[in-house]
């Protein structure tokens, strides 16, 4: 089968302490300290062998994120930017949609023809973490498109329990093509919902909520908010093609962030929200530098700041003023486990949730270069690639 690989240099940094297992496996726990000099290839594979509880899908549509573009993008010494555990070669793509082509002796929910999406997280179920409740937190995830080969490719092979079925969203959308176009995007939903509804403890509507970027995760949380009773959101966002985006998804106001003072920012978020400042704060840009001293001085009582966006730096915020407006800061990553999946799909299905808007590119699997160069602007919506 075709596939985009990707292959890079394993040269562990000087001082970055391997453990034994990544020695012998070569799955960096962080990418970014043992990956060098990455390079993609259109390759002929073979193509993947379905195990007894795996199903192989012909991928219909594979979304490119930003978690793909840190592959490429390279610091001075050539190592990938990407933070997470990755092992090369590999194929990417972790937004996934597809048909059921074949499924293994001991599936029991999938069958031939099933149009289903991609839960990209294959938890193990068995560490601490998994058996409190902490999906996310998996101590010995693999993830597809990561750790695993992913949907980048005519074919893929993954566990049937990490599939949800979509075969009702056809209905809703008029048709199997324009269903898998959006159960590709369902993964940046379940992202922002585990964020809003799972891993923040009270969101209520009639807020008044600020989103910060107007990438796919933050356009995916302006949905889920409009959708669920916000009463105002308001997205903050450089790129104009982006900020046309969030425009026709619903937001009632984009605007342009400059240079102007975290103080200036927060009295334009206080004049659109009647003077209250914001209930719910959404970080979605990974910019905590520059995102948090606003978001700090934005807040309403009892405001939660939700960060989703990801930024190795440290950001500085006065603690002092979560506690005099009773405040939140939750920290957001993940999307697997908690019913999140089949609650956005269930949206989307209802009609309360239409992703399409946010596709903007499409390439064939052949032109995987092209599409990258093309996200790596960061500049319109969602690019897909259809195999
Ligand atoms: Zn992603
Ligand atoms: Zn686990």
Redesign the pocket.
Known sequence: MLAAVIAADWSPRPGYSLTPEEERTRMARSATNAWRNPRVEMNRIPDPECGPEDVILRVAAAGLCGSDLHFFETDAEGYMKYPGMARFPSVPGHEVSGVVMEAGSATRYLRPGDLVCLDDMV?????D??RRGF?NQ????DDVGFTMNGGCAELLRVPERNCWNVNALAERLGGREQALEAAAIIEPYTVAYNALFECAPRLKPGGYAVIFGAGPIGLAALGLLKSTGAARVLVFEHHPSRRAIAERMGADQVLALQDESPESVAELVRRHTGGAGADILVEAAGAFTHTLPIMELSMANGAQIIIIGRDGHRASLLLENFQVKKANLIGAMGNTGHGTYPNVIRMMTAGLLDPRPMITHRFELADFPAALAQARGRQGGKVLLKP
């Open positions: 938890v193990c179920g068995r560490c973490a998994c999906p998996c101590e010995s995830l």
